[in-house]
Nanobody, 124 residues
Framework: QVQLVESGGGLVQAGGSLTLTCAASGHTFSIYDMGWFRQAPGKEREFVVAISRSGGSTRYTNSVKGRFTISRDNAKNTVYLQMNSLKPEDTAVYYC?????????????????WGQGTQVTVSS
Protein backbone atom coordinates (compact mmCIF):
# COMPACT_ATOMS: atom_id res chain seq x y z
CA GLN A 1 0.00 0.00 0.00
CA VAL A 2 0.92 3.63 -0.37
CA GLN A 3 -0.20 6.53 1.78
CA LEU A 4 -0.68 9.94 0.18
CA VAL A 5 -0.79 13.32 1.87
CA GLU A 6 -1.58 16.52 -0.03
CA SER A 7 -0.61 20.01 1.02
CA GLY A 8 -0.36 23.49 -0.43
CA GLY A 9 -3.98 24.40 -0.90
CA GLY A 10 -5.39 27.72 0.15
CA LEU A 11 -7.17 30.89 -0.87
CA VAL A 12 -5.83 32.85 -3.81
CA GLN A 13 -7.13 35.61 -6.05
CA ALA A 14 -7.94 34.97 -9.67
CA GLY A 15 -4.80 35.07 -11.74
CA GLY A 16 -2.68 33.87 -8.86
CA SER A 17 -0.67 30.70 -8.39
CA LEU A 18 -0.45 27.77 -6.02
CA THR A 19 1.71 24.68 -5.84
CA LEU A 20 0.19 21.50 -4.47
CA THR A 21 2.41 18.78 -3.09
CA CYS A 22 1.59 15.12 -2.64
CA ALA A 23 3.93 13.18 -0.38
CA ALA A 24 3.86 9.39 -0.61
CA SER A 25 4.95 6.80 1.89
CA GLY A 26 4.70 3.06 2.21
CA HIS A 27 5.14 1.05 -0.96
CA THR A 28 7.64 1.94 -3.67
CA PHE A 29 6.43 5.24 -5.07
CA SER A 30 8.11 4.87 -8.45
CA ILE A 31 5.94 1.93 -9.51
CA TYR A 32 2.81 4.09 -9.54
CA ASP A 33 1.39 6.42 -12.10
CA MET A 34 0.03 9.46 -10.32
CA GLY A 35 -2.94 11.70 -10.89
CA TRP A 36 -4.61 14.79 -9.56
CA PHE A 37 -8.38 14.99 -9.44
CA ARG A 38 -10.68 17.67 -8.12
CA GLN A 39 -14.19 17.88 -6.81
CA ALA A 40 -16.24 21.04 -6.54
CA PRO A 41 -19.34 21.26 -4.34
CA GLY A 42 -22.26 19.46 -5.92
CA LYS A 43 -20.15 18.06 -8.73
CA GLU A 44 -18.52 14.74 -9.48
CA ARG A 45 -14.84 14.16 -9.01
CA GLU A 46 -13.04 15.03 -12.23
CA PHE A 47 -9.67 14.25 -13.73
CA VAL A 48 -7.19 17.11 -13.84
CA VAL A 49 -3.77 15.75 -14.76
CA ALA A 50 -1.68 12.59 -14.61
CA ILE A 51 1.99 11.67 -14.81
CA SER A 52 3.49 8.30 -15.62
CA ARG A 53 5.69 6.45 -13.14
CA SER A 54 8.88 7.57 -14.87
CA GLY A 55 7.63 11.11 -15.36
CA GLY A 56 8.06 10.77 -19.09
CA SER A 57 4.38 11.09 -19.97
CA THR A 58 1.77 13.56 -18.81
CA ARG A 59 -1.89 14.11 -19.61
CA TYR A 60 -3.98 17.19 -18.88
CA THR A 61 -7.64 17.93 -19.04
CA ASN A 62 -8.30 20.65 -21.60
CA SER A 63 -9.40 23.28 -19.11
CA VAL A 64 -6.00 23.39 -17.38
CA LYS A 65 -3.64 22.99 -20.34
CA GLY A 66 -1.10 25.77 -20.42
CA ARG A 67 -1.87 26.76 -16.83
CA PHE A 68 -1.11 23.68 -14.72
CA THR A 69 2.07 21.62 -14.67
CA ILE A 70 2.54 18.25 -13.02
CA SER A 71 5.93 16.89 -12.04
CA ARG A 72 7.34 14.24 -9.77
CA ASP A 73 10.52 13.50 -7.88
CA ASN A 74 10.79 9.76 -7.29
CA ALA A 75 13.80 10.23 -5.05
CA LYS A 76 11.63 12.30 -2.72
CA ASN A 77 8.45 10.25 -3.19
CA THR A 78 6.64 13.42 -4.15
CA VAL A 79 4.44 14.70 -6.95
CA TYR A 80 3.75 18.37 -7.53
CA LEU A 81 1.03 20.35 -9.22
CA GLN A 82 2.00 23.89 -10.18
CA MET A 83 -1.14 25.91 -10.85
CA ASN A 84 -0.87 29.29 -12.55
CA SER A 85 -3.43 31.78 -13.84
CA LEU A 86 -6.00 30.34 -11.49
CA LYS A 87 -9.68 30.96 -12.17
CA PRO A 88 -12.70 30.86 -9.86
CA GLU A 89 -13.83 27.70 -11.66
CA ASP A 90 -10.69 25.97 -10.41
CA THR A 91 -12.13 26.12 -6.90
CA ALA A 92 -12.40 22.57 -5.57
CA VAL A 93 -10.92 20.00 -3.26
CA TYR A 94 -7.86 18.59 -5.01
CA TYR A 95 -6.94 14.94 -4.52
CA CYS A 96 -3.73 13.12 -5.27
CA UNK A 97 -4.09 9.49 -6.32
CA UNK A 98 -1.95 6.52 -7.34
CA UNK A 99 -2.64 3.86 -9.94
CA UNK A 100 -0.84 0.89 -11.43
CA UNK A 101 -2.60 1.31 -14.77
CA UNK A 102 -1.57 4.16 -17.05
CA UNK A 103 -4.22 3.06 -19.53
CA UNK A 104 -6.89 4.35 -17.15
CA UNK A 105 -5.16 7.54 -16.11
CA UNK A 106 -8.35 9.63 -16.53
CA UNK A 107 -10.67 7.25 -14.63
CA UNK A 108 -10.88 7.69 -10.84
CA UNK A 109 -12.02 4.07 -10.52
CA UNK A 110 -8.58 2.97 -11.76
CA UNK A 111 -6.86 4.61 -8.81
CA UNK A 112 -6.39 2.43 -5.75
CA UNK A 113 -4.90 4.97 -3.38
CA TRP A 114 -6.08 8.46 -2.52
CA GLY A 115 -5.03 11.30 -0.31
CA GLN A 116 -7.40 13.18 1.96
CA GLY A 117 -7.59 16.21 -0.33
CA THR A 118 -6.62 19.85 -0.04
CA GLN A 119 -8.95 22.79 -0.59
CA VAL A 120 -8.19 25.31 -3.31
CA THR A 121 -10.34 28.43 -3.37
CA VAL A 122 -9.95 31.06 -6.08
CA SER A 123 -11.69 34.36 -5.46
CA SER A 124 -12.82 36.63 -8.27
Amino acid sequence: QVQLVESGGGLVQAGGSLTLTCAASGHTFSIYDMGWFRQAPGKEREFVVAISRSGGSTRYTNSVKGRFTISRDNAKNTVYLQMNSLKPEDTAVYYCAATGSWRGYFDPDEYAYWGQGTQVTVSS
